[in-house]
């Protein structure tokens, strides 16, 4: 179970960026909305960072595993990769649902989103099943979930893709296009706050086809990872020009909004563009603040709950902000000077949950039950 591959440290900051843009996303919805539609829609279209996430997630872990998967199942080895990914995502997961159960016990702020009766599916990583009717407890972690189950299948579909392989990747391919496609247009999808309102046709699903979003992802992040393999793009992939060239047409089209389905092939040719990449894009990726900002995505994308609470329970108002019922607005310099603020605290705050949580956990956790030391960047 011990990876072969060479570490691709220019996946590690592209994680960061996305976890920060996810961060300021939720700062726009919880704590004050300072960008408008009229002006972009770069920050709305945040949520879009997690399905790059599942993207890169399935080509990490194809990158790292698929070896020990090739010549089948066998129990040593599943249950060290398990115990692997669990050492990874649940830790950090279960403090901060700790955390947030024992404060609103504590303060008796029960409400629709902390409800005791979804304490048990976020528990056992069940919250991007459907089995609750909004999102619950720490509402990023609904991504965890998800993450979690498409791990669970991970082995089996290396197998099949070594079983039959051009049959498999097609069937993969066409698994993950009708499951995106179902989420923006076929299935029946409803706002937990107003069931009566129109549903955007957008991959902002959560709670209820979290599940199948991830899914999606991951297998492209899996197919993109056997594209990678054969060396075929490498040549016109691994150029600074290319990778320019995408990260120039996803922020445009954040910029104009397009329809959410084109994000998912930006974002297979982005994470190819980054992991291929050997100019200065590589250069700038390997800068040590970089590294460091991807190394503790993880943390600064779950753990943003503990600065958000204190705005979303009323207990700071900020000067020059026009609060009304359930929405807060101000002016974009101002927001934004706030949102920088926030940022750099809650980076500190996600340094912390790394350095004394995620981090010394999961290696406790793989030397008790996994027998081993697992990269830091799967």
């Not at 920060?20 to 002006?39: D, M, N």
């Not at 397009?258 to 994470?271: E, P, Q, S, T, W």
């Amino acid at each position: 179970m011990q990876p072969t591959h060479r570490y691709l440290s220019n996946l590690t900051p592209l994680r960061g960026i996305a976890a920060i843009w996810v961060v300021v996303f939720h700062f726009q919805s919880l704590v004050v909305r300072f960008v408008f539609p009229e002006q972009t829609n770069i920050v709305a279209k945040g949520y879009l960072m997690v399905d790059l996430f599942f993207i890169m997630s399935g080509f990490i872990i194809c990158h790292v595993y698929e070896q020990s998967f090739r010549a089948g199942l066998k129990s040593g080895n599943f249950k060290r990769f398990i115990v692997a990914r669990f050492a990874r995502i649940y830790p950090l997961h279960f403090f901060t649902l700790l955390f947030l159960i024992i404060y609103i016990a504590t303060t008796k702020n029960w409400n629709l989103i902390n409800d005791p009766k979804a304490i048990p599916a976020n528990i056992f990583l069940l919250h991007s099943l459907g089995v609750n009717k909004i999102f619950t407890w720490n509402v990023p972690s609904w991504s965890i979930s998800a993450e979690w189950w498409a791990y669970m299948v991970f082995p089996f579909l290396v197998i099949f893709i070594y079983w039959k392989k051009s049959f498999a990747l097609t069937v993969l391919v066409l698994f993950a296009v009708s499951a995106y496609i179902a989420i923006l247009f076929w299935i029946p999808r409803h706002d937990p706050f107003d069931p009566t309102a129109a549903m955007l046709h957008n991959l902002d699903t959560t709670y209820d086809y979290g599940f199948l979003r991830g899914l999606a992802g991951f297998i492209c992040g899996m197919v993109l990872y056997k594209i990678y393999e054969t060396g075929l793009l490498n040549k016109l992939f691994k150029k600074d020009l290319t990778a320019g060239f995408l990260i120039l047409t996803t922020v445009v089209c954040m910029h104009f909004s397009i329809n959410d389905g084109f994000y998912i092939i930006l974002f297979v040719a982005l994470v190819l563009a980054f992991a291929l990449n050997d100019g200065k894009l590589h250069t700038l990726c390997n800068i040590r603040f970089a590294q460091w900002l991807g190394k503790i995505s993880y943390s600064i994308y779950l753990s943003s709950i503990f600065l958000f609470m204190l705005f979303f329970f009323g207990y700071i108002k900020l000067p020059g902000v026009k609060y009304a019922e359930h929405s807060a607005s101000t002016d974009f310099w101002t927001g934004f000077g706030y949102c920088v603020v926030f940022l750099i605290i809650h980076i500190g705050i996600s340094s912390i949950t790394y350095y004394m949580i995620e981090k010394p956990f999961r290696k406790y956790i793989n030397a008790r039950w996994g027998k081993e030391i697992m990269p830091v960047y799967a």
